[in-house]
């Protein structure tokens, strides 16, 4: 299985912005990265997803370099309620099927 | 329009005893998943399926079987029920459409189970 490593914790300031980075080393050649974010006793929830270069939509963009052994999530101006889990998903095509592994997960905890 | 939805939202099994646990979904999608979340750590796949009879095994499937008889539903089925089980468990859906296994899925609200 591919292996994603994310930091365990961010810490921030509403306003400012944020960048969390998944290192992928084993991730395969038709693979796409997607981020999701939790919260709480909910499922996950879908941010975005990127093959190379870069991505942006309405609220992060997803910046990916030419080796593609890693990605990094950028939030722009958080606020109180971005506080969540953050994960880093890369499809995994190795052993003979299609097998998912998200990453450790970020915490991001953002205060006033 | 309801997404993904699971049930039951809790339950607490016997060790030994046996449960299935319902998704549900109506965006006519193809693909879907059980996952399972252990307190404070990520999730990790169980099963998948691609379509209406067919399934795959995930990262974690020993001790649990599913079957797809139609492209709505998707059960999980835990058999003898372990400790080692407790855990949230979600489901995911995605369409499917594109020929790769990992698009954006949409998840459901989880089931949160405990076996003692």
């Known amino acids: 299985l591919a292996k994603t490593t994310q930091p365990i914790s961010m810490d921030s300031y509403e306003g400012q912005e944020v960048n969390i980075t998944c290192s992928h080393n084993?991730?395969?050649?038709?693979?796409?990265i997607t981020w999701y974010q939790q919260f709480p006793s909910q499922g996950p929830r879908f941010i975005i997803q990127?093959?190379?270069t870069k991505v942006t939509n309405e609220v992060a963009s997803l910046f990916i370099p030419a080796d593609r052994k890693s990605s990094t999530l950028s939030l722009p101006r958080v606020s109180l309620s971005d506080t969540a889990v953050y994960y880093c998903?890369?499809?995994?095509?190795?052993?003979?099927?299609?097998?998912?592994?998200f990453g450790t997960g970020t915490q991001l905890k953002v205060e006033l | 329009n309801a997404g993904v939805t699971q049930t039951p939202k809790f339950r607490i099994l016997k060790i030994g005893q046996s449960m299935t646990l319902q998704c549900t979904q109506d965006?006519?999608?193809?693909?879907m998943y059980w996952y399972r979340q252990d307190p404070g750590m990520g999730l990790k796949l169980i099963y998948y399926?691609?379509?209406?009879?067919?399934?795959d095994k995930g990262e974690v499937p020993n001790g649990y079987n599913v079957s797809r008889s139609t492209t709505e539903d998707f059960p999980l089925r835990l058999e003898l029920a372990a400790p080692s089980q407790t855990s949230v468990y979600f489901c995911?859906?995605?369409?499917?459409?594109?020929?790769?296994?990992?698009?954006?899925?949409?998840f459901g609200p989880g089931t949160r189970l405990l076996v003692l």
């Open positions: 399926s691609v379509g209406a009879g067919i399934t």
């Open positions: 995911a859906s995605s369409p499917g459409t594109s020929g790769r296994v990992q698009e954006t899925q949409y």
């Open positions: 990127g093959y190379k």
């Open positions: 998903l890369v499809g995994d095509i190795t052993g003979g099927g299609n097998k998912l592994t």
């Open positions: 965006m006519n999608h193809n693909y």
């Open positions: 084993n991730i395969a050649t038709n693979d796409y």
